[in-house]
């Protein structure tokens, strides 16, 4: 369990978090939604005590993360946003150094090791050099790694920035597989389709406050069933409605050309955070 209590982060003149509080329950995939700078890096850094808090609690299964940090970092995992891996090195290696720095002796460690490359399908590039990986096959890695001392929590910070839509759906596939084992899955993403199809529930950051909490449904539920867009000039316009009828009733009223689409998580994003006016 993941707990954020009146969290605030300074640093120098840039106030990056402003009394964020959180509850993220065991076994639960909750996403971290929110625009560039809003402070999504800088909480996951705290959480994993990368970064100190500037006031505020948070625990991770009830270890104090600024106390009792040992304790706290073996309960979780993480997956930086920037990939951190040794490229010279082979994927063995890297796993390798990891389960070192975890303490783990060595049969435990190959043994583990093992499990997880079969885990993430990469059994056949055990030996293969890091720089010689696809941008897929190094994220995926940096899910294995981030396992390999078996935390009961996982973060993962943009897991699927700059790859390609296939791609992306086969590293989704591999975190509800993570999730469905019982591991508590707190992921940052400003793809709001990654939220919408992953998570049980999405928070909203935007420039370091938490302006909704709640499951996707929910939050698109209050925007209505249908999306009716209108391409203006220079911008879209969108309006909603529960009843289809409805919508098709004001494209018959109106001489624009619309489209007509079901109400996404982006939808209530840009109603609540204010960055488009309906
Ligand atoms: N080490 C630092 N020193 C000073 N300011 C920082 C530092 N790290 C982050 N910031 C600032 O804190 C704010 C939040 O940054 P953060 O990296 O947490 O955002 P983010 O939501 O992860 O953004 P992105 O989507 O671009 O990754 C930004 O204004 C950023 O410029
Ligand atoms: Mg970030």
């Not at 500037?54 to 299964?61: A, E, I, T, Y």
């Not at 919508?247 to 996404?264: C, E």
């Amino acid at each position: 369990m993941i707990r954020i209590e009146h969290l605030n982060k300074t640093y120098k003149t840039v106030q990056a978090l402003k009394d964020v509080n959180l509850e993220v329950k065991q076994g639960e995939l909750f996403a971290f939604l929110g625009p560039n700078g809003a402070g999504k890096t800088t909480t996951i850094r705290i959480l994993t005590g990368l970064t100190r808090l500037s006031s505020g609690r948070v625990s991770l299964n009830g270890f104090d993360v600024g106390n009792r940090s040992i304790e706290s970092r073996r309960q979780c995992g993480l997956v930086p946003q920037s990939i951190n891996l040794d490229r010279e090195l082979s994927v063995f290696e890297n796993l390798t150094i990891h389960g070192k720095l975890f303490r783990m002796d060595r049969q435990e460690r190959n043994k583990r090791i093992d499990e997880l490359l079969d885990y993430v399908e990469m059994s056949d590039r055990k030996e293969t050099l890091v720089k010689n990986l696809s941008g897929g096959l190094k994220r995926r890695l940096m899910i294995a790694r981030a396992l390999l001392h078996s935390p009961s929590i996982l973060f993962l910070d943009e897991p699927t920035v700059g790859l390609d839509a296939a791609i992306r759906r086969k590293i989704w596939a591999l975190i509800r597989k993570i999730q469905q084992h019982g591991t508590t899955i707190f992921l940052t993403t400003h793809y709001i389709e990654e939220a919408e199809f992953l998570a049980d529930r999405v928070a909203f950051l935007d420039k370091g406050s938490i302006v909704v909490v709640d499951t996707p449904e929910a939050l698109m539920n209050q925007m209505g069933v249908w999306a009716l867009d209108r391409l203006k000039e220079d911008d879209m316009e969108t309006h909603y409605f529960n009843d289809r009828k409805e919508a098709n009733d004001y494209i018959a009223a109106h001489k624009d050309s619309f489209t007509l689409r079901r109400v996404n998580l982006e939808d209530a994003f840009l109603a609540l955070t204010g960055k488009k006016v309906k």
